[in-house]
């Protein structure tokens, strides 16, 4: 089975300033997804960034960019200018294809606060 | 277009009862997932629909839950005989297709609290 580990609980960073969200997994599998989702107070998960294991170019969205190391079995989130609108929880997630369809299996998540 | 949604957004109900959760997928998606939140566990997988059938149900914590999707489309999620431990968010999420790496759109979720 699969585990992903996200190892700090909770992390702040000044409006405009950067900041590193870490995650680590296990799985002897080659080929799968990673996911870096956002859920707001508002309870809705929104997919933030997606890499794909067989592509070494580390994925990258707007503000949003990820240190992807297959070898390390790492997959961090950077986030730049950070914004207010960037307090939520953050959860990594792994995802290969299983009889249970694509499941995500999850961190325990990141609550990150930005302050003015 | 419009997302997933879920209904009711937050249900409060006596142990002993009987709920039932809705979850109305994005227009299209074939892939249909549940997945519950809850303090003490984090966000686990329940059980996956393709289509009208659920290959796999092994996530399901126990008997008491079970799940059924009508027609490719709305699911249900229906928890017997509620236990104080069922308590958390029960998240739905849907993906266009089945193919591993497809992104899944989750809705708001429901907050389920046994007293």
């Known amino acids: 089975a699969q585990t992903v580990t996200q190892s700090q609980p909770e992390m702040s960073v000044q409006e405009a300033e950067t900041v590193t969200l870490s995650c680590t997994y296990d799985?002897?599998?080659?080929?799968?997804?990673l996911f870096w989702y956002k859920q707001p107070p508002s309870r809705q998960m929104i997919l933030v960034i997606r890499?794909?294991?067989?592509?070494?170019q580390n994925a990258t969205e707007n503000r949003f960019s990820v240190n992807f190391q297959k070898a390390a079995k790492s997959f961090s989130l950077k986030i730049s200018d950070s914004q207010l609108g960037d307090t939520a929880m953050y959860f990594c997630a792994f995802m290969k294809h299983e009889n249970a369809g694509n499941m995500l299996t999850f961190g325990g998540g990141t609550r990150l606060m930005v302050k003015p | 277009g419009a997302g997933v949604s879920q209904s009711p957004s937050n249900k409060v109900t006596e142990k002993g009862k009987d709920v039932e959760l809705r979850c109305d997928p994005i227009?299209?998606?074939?892939?249909l997932y549940w997945y519950r939140q809850s303090l003490g566990q984090g966000l686990e997988f329940l059980i996956y629909?393709?289509?009208?059938?659920?290959?796999?149900k092994s996530g399901l914590p126990s008997d008491r839950f079970s799940a059924e999707r009508t027609g490719g489309s709305v699911s249900t999620l229906t928890i017997q005989r509620t236990q104080q431990e069922d308590s958390a968010v029960y998240l739905c999420a849907s993906s266009l297709v089945s193919l591993v790496g497809d992104t899944q759109y989750f809705g708001p979720g429901t907050r389920l609290t046994v007293l």
């Open positions: 629909f393709q289509g009208n059938s659920a290959p796999d």
């Open positions: 890499q794909e294991a067989y592509k070494q």
């Open positions: 227009s299209g998606h074939t892939a």
């Open positions: 799985t002897s599998e080659n080929n799968y997804y």
